[in-house]
T-cell receptor, first 111, second 116 residues
């Protein structure tokens, strides 16, 4: 019940394309859903986050779509660029800064 | 945003020895955590570092193996004790609760540990 399931494990996208990463959860107590971006040798950095009271949040080329009834959320990267090549983690928390992380998606954007 | 510094950034240690990792935050935070990230894997929470009291460990992690200190609101240490090659991993410090409406948890750059 504490798990956050993430897919796909890896993703290859052409430059300018849309990258889509999906996550699903079981624990209905989760109330905060961040996405982190991690480059090799670096710590994770917050990309965008959403709470269950909204269905979509957009920041620049990054959009989170949230489906509360299905307990699913996804990250969409529009106009993907080679500089977006990184590992992306979804996460969830229940009222704290303590996160349960998904298994990660390694994104490669081809030039 | 908070800036988190970890020391050392990497180390190679002999099995049976211990390593202490330091985490310094540039502002006071209410919460500090330690995560482990095995190569190519996700992040797993080791424990919550509680200021002035014993850390709260997650299932599968014990104080004798991973003693944690948090003497104040900006600093914490994690010790990896009696190391074995299975402890080779990246250890990450995280902090949250800066106040001012900030809801983000920040991460350090990690400590890459190799046990030989």
């Amino acid at each position: 019940q504490q798990q956050v399931k993430q897919s796909p494990q890896s993703l290859i996208v052409q430059k300018g394309g849309i990258s889509i990463i999906n996550c699903a959860y079981e624990n209905t107590a989760f109330d905060y859903f961040p996405w982190y971006q991690q480059f090799p040798g670096k710590g994770p950095a917050l990309l965008i986050a959403i709470r269950p009271d909204v269905s979509e949040k957009k920041e620049g080329r990054f959009t989170i779509s949230f489906n509360k009834s299905a307990k699913q959320f996804s990250l969409h990267i529009m106009d993907s660029q080679p500089g977006d090549s990184a590992t992306y983690f979804c996460a969830a928390s229940a009222g704290t800064y303590k996160y349960i992380f998904g298994t990660g998606t390694r994104l490669k954007v081809l030039a | 945003s908070a800036v988190i510094s970890q020391k050392p950034s990497r180390d190679i240690c002999q099995r049976g020895t211990s390593l202490t990792i330091q985490c310094q935050v540039d502002s006071q935070v209410t919460m500090m955590f330690w995560y482990r990230q095995q190569p190519g894997q996700s992040l797993t929470l080791i424990a919550t570092a509680n200021q002035g009291s014993e850390a709260t460990y997650e299932s599968g992690f014990v104080i004798d193996k991973f003693p944690i200190s948090r003497p104040n609101l900006t600093f914490s240490t994690l010790t990896v004790s009696n190391m074995s090659p299975e402890d080779s991993s990246i250890y990450l410090c995280s902090a949250g609760g800066q106040g001012g409406g900030n809801t983000e948890a920040f991460f350090g750059q990690g400590t890459r540990l190799t046990v030989v």
